[in-house]
Every structure is written in structure tokens, then in C-alpha cells.
């Protein structure tokens, strides 16, 4: 149950941070002797998707999947998530280098703090084998 808790507090604080304007960067091409343009987004926010960047609203919905679903698991005192939570926080942890791949290696601090409390969900969640 406490890897449950564990898990549960880095999904929140990984929502709360996908919700800051700074996460997600959008570089736009200028001519050579020209700086490039850079935008910065919300997780949340549809630009990023609309420009074929679609990793960030990946992360996100299943970072609230994840979160509701560590939620009822908690609450109820159950494990019925099973397969679902390192499975989908396993895509998240996938999604956002590929982000970052988009905008041409760019992190941002929140970018990389949504990525490693994903990895710290993800290596609370998936199961050991158990030992005869």
C-alpha cells in the first residue's frame, strides 16, 4: 500500500506540473541568420497537438488515467488497476523524450520533473516476481 501512496503523491504532483504554462516547448523555423521562435505550453494546452506534436496529450491523459485509477486503488484498499498502471505510465515515461525529440532537445525544468516522477511511479508499480 505505501508504493501505492508513493505512487499516487508523484501522479499529483505530475498533474499539478503538466498544468504550468512552462512544460511543453514549441520551436518554429526562422531563416538561417534569424533566431528560431520558441513557444512555451502547457501539457494541457491543444497547440503542441494541433502542430503534430501530440506526445505531450498522450502523457497527459494517461497521467490522469493513472492518477484516478491509483486513486479508487487506495481508497477502496484493492489492487484492480493491475496491468494498467505500468503499462500506461510506461507510454508516459516513452512520450516525453519523443516530445523533446520533437522540439529538437529542449527541456524544460518541468519537463524533466514530469519525466522523472513518471519513472519514479513507474519503478514503484511494476510487480517483482515473487521468491518461493
Same mark, same amino acid.
Given at each position: 500500500?505505501?508504493?501505492?501512496?508513493? @505512487?499516487?503523491?508523484?501522479?499529483?504532483?505530475?498533474? +499539478?506540473?503538466?498544468? !504550468?504554462?512552462? /512544460?511543453?516547448?514549441? *520551436?518554429? &523555423?526562422?531563416? =538561417?541568420?534569424?533566431?528560431? %521562435?520558441?513557444? %512555451?505550453? $502547457? %501539457?494541457?494546452?491543444?497547440?503542441?497537438? #494541433?502542430?503534430?506534436?501530440?506526445? =505531450?496529450?498522450?502523457?497527459?491523459?494517461? $497521467?490522469?488515467?493513472?492518477?484516478?485509477? !491509483?486513486?479508487?486503488? +487506495?481508497? *477502496?484498499?484493492?489492487? *484492480?488497476? /493491475?496491468?494498467?498502471?505500468?503499462?500506461?505510465?510506461?507510454?508516459?515515461? #516513452? @512520450? $516525453?523524450?519523443? @516530445?523533446?525529440?520533437?522540439? /529538437?532537445?529542449?527541456?524544460? @525544468?518541468? &519537463? /524533466? #520533473?514530469?519525466?522523472? !516522477?513518471?519513472?519514479?511511479?513507474?519503478?514503484?508499480?511494476?510487480? *517483482? &516476481?515473487?521468491?518461493?
Amino acid at each position: 500500500m505505501t508504493k501505492k501512496i508513493i @505512487a499516487l503523491c508523484c501522479m499529483a504532483a505530475c498533474v +499539478v506540473l503538466m498544468a !504550468l504554462p512552462f /512544460g511543453v516547448v514549441m *520551436r518554429f &523555423g526562422a531563416p =538561417p541568420p534569424e533566431e528560431p %521562435y520558441v513557444s %512555451y505550453h $502547457s %501539457y494541457f494546452s491543444l497547440t503542441p497537438f #494541433a502542430y503534430a506534436n501530440w506526445f =505531450p496529450m498522450i502523457a497527459t491523459v494517461l $497521467s490522469v488515467v493513472v492518477l484516478l485509477a !491509483l486513486t479508487f486503488d +487506495v481508497a *477502496r484498499k484493492k489492487d *484492480r488497476a /493491475g496491468k494498467l498502471v505500468p503499462i500506461c505510465l510506461f507510454v508516459c515515461m #516513452a @512520450a $516525453s523524450p519523443l @516530445a523533446w525529440l520533437m522540439a /529538437g532537445w529542449t527541456v524544460t @525544468a518541468i &519537463g /524533466g #520533473a514530469v519525466f522523472v !516522477l513518471h519513472t519514479v511511479a513507474f519503478a514503484t508499480q511494476i510487480k *517483482r &516476481g515473487k521468491k518461493p
